[in-house]
């Protein structure tokens, strides 16, 4: 018991450490898109902007440059980059300037260690409970950002896809190939159907194709028999979320909402609570 628990900590730590990486990710991979889609643009354009992207575009990506605080641009030392403790530590302010650190931070981190060490303690710590454990924090990347810029990255939404189907195809999953294929069919195909008779009915997009890729992905990892409890647990989330929001005066009644966070809360309930959550309605109704 005490090994196991030894085990646990020192995931829980390095795990926290990762979600640090996740942090520069969710910041940095939309500012990198946007300065390729503007690339793009004046290449198509013929043309030079000369309005520059939010960060430079020279030398910008995931590893440069270093961390450094957004408002004054100071670099972040080593003990000011521990993960949950040099937050507390610096009482949620930069060091130089004093500026506000978003909680944000810290909240990705311990989460991120959270969802990891649940992965392992109910999937074991083999290959499969590392797989669900990076399911789960790439679903947590793809939720923030989706938050600040409406957009789920196919850099992450088709990775994920594949690498649901390579689980089983492999058989590190417990999920058949078959049932990962019809599920990441049915999972596109359902949301798309919805998304073109929504537009048909009212002329207007009620979500964006990154939706359809992540219920795909879902459907790879979890199966297609869980596509019905990830659909009505996301409708569920989504419904409290907006109900509360409204009554709380922080998104407007005609304002777009983000699905993205819904699914993906779905999904980790459907990953790691889904067998019981279905074993309980088939109870209920005596259909077990």
């Known amino acids: 018991m005490s090994e196991l628990l030894v085990s646990y900590s020192i995931c829980f730590v390095v795990f926290a450490a ?7 990710v969710i910041y940095r991979l939309p500012l990198m898109m ?3 889609w503007q690339r793009e643009c004046e ?4 043309s030079q902007s ?5 960060e430079e575009k ?3 990506n995931i590893a440069i440059p270093n961390s450094h605080c957004p408002h004054c641009k100071a670099p972040i030392k080593a003990w000011q980059n521990i993960p949950i403790v040099s937050y507390l530590l610096l009482k949620g302010r930069c060091a130089s300037c004093q500026t506000g650190i978003s909680l944000r931070y810290p909240a990705v981190e311990l989460t991120t260690a959270l969802l990891g060490v649940s992965c392992l303690a ?7 409970g590392l797989a669900a454990a990076a399911l789960c924090w790439t679903l947590l990347i793809l939720t923030a950002i989706d938050i600040d810029h409406q957009l789920l990255p196919d850099q992450l939404t088709l990775p994920l896809l594949w690498a649901g189907l390579l689980l089983s195809a492999t058989g590190i999953s417990p999920v058949p190939l078959y049932d990962a294929v019809i599920g990441a069919a049915a999972g596109y195909l359902s949301l798309w159907s919805v998304y073109w008779l929504f537009k048909l009915v009212t002329g207007k997009e009620g979500m964006g194709y990154g939706d359809f890729k992540l219920l795909a992905a879902l459907g790879a990892w979890l199966g297609w028999q869980y596509l019905p409890v990830v659909v009505l647990l996301s409708s569920v989330v989504g419904l409290v979320f907006a109900v509360s929001m409204m009554a709380s005066g922080s998104v407007k ?8 966070p819904h699914l993906a809360i779905a999904g980790w309930i459907a990953l790691l609570w889904g067998e019981v959550i279905v074993s309980s309605y088939l109870g209920l109704f005596n259909l077990g």
């Open 18 to 24: 990762l979600g640090s990486f996740f942090n520069v």
């Open 34 to 36: 946007e300065s390729a």
């Open 43 to 46: 290449l198509l354009l013929g």
């Open 50 to 54: 000369s309005t520059p992207p939010p």
């Open 58 to 60: 020279a030398n910008f």
């Open 122 to 128: 109910l999937f074991g710590l083999g290959a499969y």
């Open 253 to 260: 009644r005609d304002q777009g909402i983000p699905f993205g």
